[in-house]
C-alpha cells in the first residue's frame, strides 16, 4: 500500500470513529476521506506554487518597494 492509500485508510477511520464506529458505512466513509486527502494535496501544492520558499521557512512577508 503507498503512502497515499495509507493517508486514506487512516482518514478513513478516524470518520468511522468520529461517526461512532457504525457499522455498513464503509463505502461513504472512504469516499469522504480520498476527498479530504485529495483536498489537503491540492491545498499543499497551492500553497508551494504559491510561494516555494514558504517550504523552508524562507517566505517574504511583505513587498519590496522599488525605490
Do not use: C, F
Not at 14 to 33: D, K
Request: hydrophobic share 30%; net charge negative; glycine share 8%.
Amino acid at each position: 500500500m503507498d503512502d497515499h492509500d495509507e493517508r486514506i485508510r487512516k482518514r478513513a477511520h478516524e470518520i468511522w470513529e468520529e461517526e461512532g464506529r457504525p457499522e455498513g458505512r464503509e463505502y461513504s466513509q472512504w469516499l469522504r476521506a480520498r476527498a479530504d486527502i485529495r483536498a489537503e494535496d491540492r491545498e499543499r501544492a497551492g500553497r508551494a506554487e504559491t510561494n516555494p520558499l514558504d517550504l523552508l521557512g524562507l517566505g517574504i512577508v511583505g513587498r519590496i518597494q522599488p525605490a
